[in-house]
């Protein structure tokens, strides 16, 4: 009898165990996407990866805003994965590691780094760069043939662009550089940098505390044309005055401050009409895969089996 009771205990104690576990498991389902699903902590990983890559901070203002949209990436790239499962499509390495290079700029190992001093899970950042890889390859596949080019069109952006990019803008830049690794705090040490360019004044913490080489020269850098930036430095430079100090701009392995001292404009003289027309004309090819795209995507979700828990 007492064996019978304990048996029957063990069974019930399994069954428990069994039922907990399956419901603590569906209730970290945020979506389910076919025969995928989406999860609380694939939600919050995305979250915050997108925060730490565009030099945003972590806070609940930062991620409530952005919440809805990192959720509606979620359920796009389960389908694309679908979409791709669907075709049997094998991805390109090659593809997949230019991607890790230029998001990286170059340096991958920074990038892990950089994950594990934030707690960010890299294996699901990977997956999310190779389904995404994957599904660029696949749309090319598809759509190649049907990418045309008006080359009449492309002459008259060639022309408005020469026109608009007729003169050579430069600007003249200090910096103050900050080395950041896997124990760095970095809202510490922005301030910090904040409060002594108040104090000091740029050049004298550029000189103290900068450690990139032209700190020797109180930071200046000198005069630097616009087509060498990078598009966020660019943006950033093109909007500010003369004497304007920027907001800190976070990278993956520095903090950067830049203070605008001048800038001028002269005539450009010599211009490549070759490599502009080149790469207008992959500019509109571009425009139009991502047309194609999209209309895929939109296609294919609007037959998807979505979910919401």
Not at 36 to 61: A, C, D, M, R, W
Not at 64 to 89: C, D, G, S
Request: charged letters at 25%; one cysteine or more; hydrophobic letters at 40%.
């Amino acid at each position: 009898m007492i064996r019978y009771l304990v048996k029957k205990v063990c069974i019930l104690l399994i069954f428990f165990l069994a039922t907990f576990t399956v419901n603590a498991i569906e209730s970290d389902i945020i979506v389910k996407v076919n025969n995928n699903i989406v999860t609380t902590f694939e939600l919050k990983n995305k979250l915050k990866t997108s925060l730490v890559l565009s030099g945003q901070e972590i806070n609940q203002e930062n991620i409530n805003k952005n919440k809805q949209q990192a959720l509606n990436y979620l359920i796009n790239l389960k389908i694309k994965k679908n979409e791709l499962e669907k075709y049997n499509f094998e991805i390109n390495s090659i593809d997949l590691n230019q991607q890790l290079l230029r998001i990286s700029s170059n340096n991958i190992n920074d990038l892990k780094n950089k994950f594990k001093r934030f707690n960010l899970s890299y294996d699901l950042f990977l997956n999310e760069l190779k389904i995404e890889t994957g599904w660029k390859q696949l749309m090319f596949q598809i759509y190649n043939k049907k990418v045309k080019i008006n080359q009449n069109d492309i002459s008259i952006q060639v022309a408005k662009y020469v026109k608009k990019n007729s003169k050579l803008i430069e600007y003249k830049i200090s910096e103050i550089e900050i080395i950041i690794n896997e124990n760095s705090e970095i809202e510490k040490e922005t301030n910090f940098i904040i409060n002594q360019i108040e104090e000091l004044g740029f050049d004298k913490v550029a000189m103290r505390y900068s450690n990139s080489v032209t700190s020797s020269n109180n930071g200046n850098i000198g005069w630097v044309n616009k087509d060498s930036l990078n598009t966020q430095i660019f943006n950033i430079l093109k909007k500010m005055k003369i004497g304007d100090i920027s907001s800190p701009i976070i990278k993956l392995d520095n903090i950067l401050f830049l203070k605008l001292i001048d800038k001028r404009s002269s005539e450009v003289k010599d211009v490549n009409l070759k490599e502009i027309t080149k790469r207008i004309t992959k500019q509109n090819e571009n425009e139009l895969f991502a047309l194609y795209s999209n209309s895929h995507l939109s296609k294919v979700k609007s037959n998807a089996l979505i979910e919401y828990k």
